[in-house]
C-alpha cells in the first residue's frame, strides 16, 4: 500500500503561482513514478503531469512551460511548481502514485485525497 498526502493549494489571482507538494509513504517499491493530475467541475480527471523516480518528467500539453515537477527522494515527496497561473487551471489536483514506461504513465490505484486550486480572473 501506497499512502498520499496533497498540500499546497489555494486561491490565487491569474499570473500568480503555487506549489503543491505530494507526500508519499508505505510500501513504495511497487512503484516507479508519482503523477499529478487534476479535475475541474463538471469535467474528467486529466494527467497534467508525471516524474519518474530518475526524475524524468512529462506534462501535458497546456501546462508545459508553465508547470514544473520534482522530487526530493530524501523527503519522499514530489512538488508541483505552478506559475502563470490561469482561471482554467482551476480543479483539484490530485496525486498518484504508478510507473512510467516507455513514455506512458500507468497509474496505480493509489491516490491522495487533493487540494483544491482557484485561479480568480
Known amino acids: 500500500q501506497v499512502q498520499l498526502v496533497e498540500s499546497g493549494g489555494g486561491l490565487v489571482q491569474a499570473g ?12 513504495t517499491s511497487s512503484i516507479n513514478a508519482i503523477g499529478w493530475y487534476r479535475q475541474a467541475p463538471g469535467k474528467l480527471r486529466e494527467l497534467v503531469a508525471v516524474i519518474s523516480n530518475g526524475g524524468n ?3 501535458e500539453d497546456s501546462v508545459k ?5 520534482s522530487r526530493d527522494n530524501a523527503k519522499n515527496t514530489v512538488y508541483l511548481q505552478m506559475n502563470s497561473l490561469k482561471p482554467e487551471d482551476t480543479a483539484v489536483y490530485y496525486c ?8 506512458i504513465y500507468y ?3 493509489y491516490w491522495g ?3 483544491l486550486v482557484t485561479v480568480s480572473s
Open 113 to 115: 485525497k487533493g487540494t
Open 65 to 69: 512551460d508553465r508547470f514544473t515537477m
Open 16 to 27: 500568480g503561482s503555487l506549489r503543491l507538494s505530494c507526500a508519499a509513504s508505505g510500501s
Open 107 to 109: 497509474p496505480m490505484n
Open 96 to 103: 498518484n502514485a504508478g510507473n512510467y514506461r516507455g513514455n
Open 57 to 59: 518528467t512529462k506534462y
